[in-house]
């Protein structure tokens, strides 16, 4: 079987429009892979200047220096509590907050000095229970004080027995104080 020129033509033709169809899809593949990445690229160039590169630095002395400030607050609180329990004046306190608001002490009474550890810091502990007469906003203007007056005092709990009778407005109150004192060892 022979095969005439025209026959060896076409086939040639048809070799060649494949060739160029084919290259043609190739060239397509690597323009649209050649744009993502050269997309891809100028993201991470964005991203890259975008980065500080002295943030890591600026955060670390950012840091020293809340560190510095928490140590000097440490040692500031600590020369409040460091006062041996025996020279805070809780007893005058008492009195003094209750007469300015115009309450009575009925009882008074203390456990012994106790160490604890608050926070991770060796303290002295003293519990106090304290009763109190009186009318009921000067009661809780009395406690409110006695939370606020030391640092180093705090009101732990409160029990208030108010009287029934509707004008008479008098109440007692069993307050729980503790003394916390800071314990150099």
């Given at each position: 079987?022979?095969?005439?020129?025209?026959?060896?033509?076409?086939?040639?033709?048809?070799?060649?429009i494949?060739?160029?169809?084919?290259?043609?899809?190739?060239?397509y593949q690597s323009t649209s892979e050649r744009d993502r990445l050269q997309e891809d690229l100028i993201l991470a160039r964005s991203k890259l200047s975008s980065i500080d590169l002295l943030t890591p630095t600026n955060k670390q002395e950012a840091l020293e220096q809340?560190?510095?400030q928490a140590y000097k607050d440490y040692e500031s609180d600590k020369k409040k509590f460091v006062q041996s329990?025996?020279?805070?004046?809780?007893?005058?306190?008492?009195?003094?907050?209750?007469?300015?608001?115009?309450?009575?002490i009925t009882q008074m009474s203390?456990?012994?000095?106790?160490?604890?550890?608050v926070k991770g810091a060796p303290?002295?502990?003293?519990?106090?229970?304290?009763?109190?007469?009186?009318?009921?906003?000067?009661?809780?203007?009395?406690?409110r004080q006695l939370n606020n007056e030391l640092v180093n005092v705090l009101v732990k709990s409160v029990s208030m027995n108010i009287s029934p009778?509707?004008?008479d407005k008098t109440a007692t109150a069993s307050i729980q104080i503790v003394v916390y004192a800071y314990e150099e060892k």
């Open positions: 079987m022979k095969i005439s020129k025209r026959s060896w033509f076409t086939i040639g033709i048809g070799f060649f494949i060739s160029v169809v084919s290259l043609s899809f190739v060239y809340q560190l510095n329990i025996e020279d805070i004046a809780v007893g005058n306190v008492l009195y003094e907050a209750a007469r300015i608001n115009d309450v009575n203390s456990s012994d000095i106790r160490s604890e550890e303290c002295l502990v003293l519990s106090l229970n304290t009763s109190v007469i009186g009318n009921v906003d000067n009661l809780v203007a009395f406690i009778s509707g004008n």
